[in-house]
C-alpha cells in the first residue's frame, strides 16, 4: 500500500515531530485548526498547545478534529516507527491557493532547524457513480483514474505548488486534499527541497477488483 510504502522511508528513532496535513471533509470552519491530546488510544505523546500555536499561530479547535479520520489513521504507522515521536495535527477547512501555501510559509518558518517530517495527507481521485464522475466511454473507472493522478502527480514531483493548483482546476481532478499537499511542498521548498520521488502507486480497484468504481493512492517523499 502507497502508506506503508511512505512510513518504511520515515522509519528514523530521533524524528522529533511529526506535522500531518489533512483538508477537512466532515466539518467546516473558517480558516484553520490545531489541536493537543493527552491522552491517545495508541499511546502516543502528542506535543504541546504551544507549539502547535506557534507553528500556525491560529486557532486550537479539537471539535474541527472530532469526526476527521484522515490523520488519526497516520498515528499507527507513526508509532510503529517512531514511538517517541510528538506529533502536530493540523485540519484545513478550504484549499484556495492563498491559504495553503500561507499555512506552507509559516510551517517552514516554524520548522527552521528542526528536527521534523511533513506529512500531506489525501486520496487522489475518486471515479465512479458514488463520487459523482464517471470515466469516460472506453475506460475503466482505476484507467481513469490513474491517467488523472498522473497529471496532478507531475507536478508534486515537480515541487510545483501552484501547478498543482492549476492542474487540479483545470483538469477536474478530484483529489480532495490538494489544499494540504500543496503547503507540504511550500513549507518544503522553504526548507530547501531539491527532489522528490513517487514510492508507490495504487487504487482501491487492487484490493477490491472493482473496475467501475476507484479511489487512487500515491506515496511520493520529498528529499533536501
Not at 457513480?129 to 507531475?154: I, S, V
Amino acid at each position: 500500500m502507497p502508506a506503508a510504502a511512505a512510513r518504511r522511508l520515515t522509519a528514523r528513532p530521533a524524528l522529533s515531530f511529526a506535522l500531518p496535513i489533512a483538508f477537512a471533509l466532515a466539518i467546516t470552519w473558517l480558516g484553520l485548526a490545531v489541536a493537543s491530546f493527552s491522552v491517545y488510544p495508541v499511546g502516543f505523546f502528542i506535543t504541546t498547545f504551544g507549539f502547535a500555536v506557534y507553528v500556525l499561530a491560529v486557532a486550537y479547535d479539537v471539535a474541527a478534529h472530532r469526526h476527521e479520520h484522515s490523520i488519526e489513521v497516520q498515528l499507527p504507522f507513526l508509532q510503529h516507527l517512531s514511538p517517541a515521536v510528538r506529533f502536530v495535527p493540523i485540519c484545513m477547512a478550504f484549499q484556495e491557493y492563498e491559504l495553503a501555501a500561507e499555512v506552507g510559509e509559516l510551517l517552514g518558518e516554524a520548522l527552521k532547524d528542526r528536527d521534523a517530517l511533513v506529512i500531506a495527507s489525501s486520496d487522489f481521485s475518486h471515479v465512479g457513480m458514488n463520487y459523482n464522475q464517471m470515466p469516460p466511454r472506453g475506460k475503466t473507472a482505476p484507467e481513469y483514474a490513474k491517467g488523472q493522478d498522473a497529471k496532478a502527480l507531475e507536478k508534486v514531483l515537480a515541487l510545483d505548488p501552484k501547478g498543482l493548483q492549476d492542474r487540479v482546476a483545470k483538469d477536474d481532478i478530484s483529489m480532495c486534499g490538494y489544499g494540504p499537499v500543496t503547503a507540504m511542498l511550500v513549507a518544503a521548498k522553504k526548507l530547501g527541497a531539491r527532489e522528490a520521488r513517487l514510492l508507490k502507486y495504487g487504487s482501491s480497484s487492487d484490493v477490491s477488483g472493482d473496475r467501475d468504481m476507484a479511489v487512487g493512492y500515491g506515496a511520493v517523499a520529498v528529499y533536501r
